[in-house]
T-cell receptor
Framework: NAGVTQTPKFRILKIGQSMTLQCTQD?????MYWYRQDPGMGLKLIYY???????DKGEVPNGYNVSRSTTEDFPLRLELAAPSQTSVYFC????????????FGSGTRLTVV | AQSVAQPEDQVNVAEGNPLTVKCTYS??????LFWYVQYPNRGLQFLLK??????LVKGSYGFEAEFNKSQTSFHLKKPSALVSDSALYFC??????????????FGQGTTLQVKP
């Protein structure tokens, strides 16, 4: 049982480039989330999804896009990368939207130069 | 607005001593509270949660947390710290802004350093 798998683990982008961070879960969880982690700032929610075909913005969505065509996959797209997007990105999933905790992926460390 | 605060950036404790990592919250309804741990270069791992019931919640790795409604606190505790407990700890509260979305609001994190 792999849980939540994120790829790549590390990436360096040049300003203006684009990329997609992949996230896949094999637990049949309907709820999925993308957070970014910056030092001393905790985790900030970028986008979330409550099921296939349904996505919504979180606290810091600017510069990002997501899609949820299947229950398993929730990719995060960065268009026109900027230095402010240098961060560690975590994908998470949850069985329900009420009292279940999250299962997190191992993260993607992105540097924009 | 919902929020969660971890007032200490770092907590230092000697191995074998009890440890406490503090968390306070502000929510508009009944609080759903969580603790997560992050080891270096790893994702966050779920430790424990409070939804309802007993104010003392037991979780993974010998950790427990005490829910105090009057003080709006949910402090993480362990009777005897281990060096291997050294990590970054996050408190989180369910966001009531949109019902049934499962969104969590995280504190800024507290680094726990356990010295031999």
């Amino acid at each position: 049982n792999a849980g939540v798998t994120q790829t790549p683990k590390f990436r360096i982008l040049k300003i203006g480039q684009s990329m997609t961070l992949q996230c896949t879960q094999d637990m049949n969880h309907n709820y999925m989330y993308w957070y970014r982690q910056d030092p001393g700032m905790g985790l900030k929610l970028i986008y979330y999804s409550v099921g296939a075909g349904i996505t919504d913005k979180g606290e810091v969505p600017n510069g990002y896009n997501v899609s949820r065509s299947t229950t398993e996959d929730f990719p995060l797209r960065l268009e026109l990368a900027a230095p402010s997007q240098t961060s560690v990105y975590f994908c998470a999933s949850s069985l329900s939207g009420t009292d279940y905790g999250y299962t997190f992926g191992s993260g993607t460390r992105l540097t924009v130069v | 607005a919902q929020s969660v605060a971890q007032p200490e950036d770092q907590v230092n404790v000697a191995e074998g001593n009890p440890l406490t990592v503090k968390c306070t919250y502000s929510v508009s309804g009944n609080p759903y509270l969580f603790w997560y741990v992050q080891y270096p270069n790893r994702g966050l791992q779920f430790l424990l949660k409070y939804i309802t019931g007993d104010n003392l919640v037991k979780g993974s790795y010998g950790f427990e947390a005490e829910f105090n409604k009057s003080q709006t606190s949910f402090h993480l505790k362990k009777p005897s710290a281990l060096v291997s407990d050294s990590a970054l700890y996050f408190c989180a509260v369910r966001d009531y802004g949109s019902s049934n979305t499962g969104k969590l609001i995280f504190g800024q994190g507290t680094t726990l350093q356990v010295k031999p």
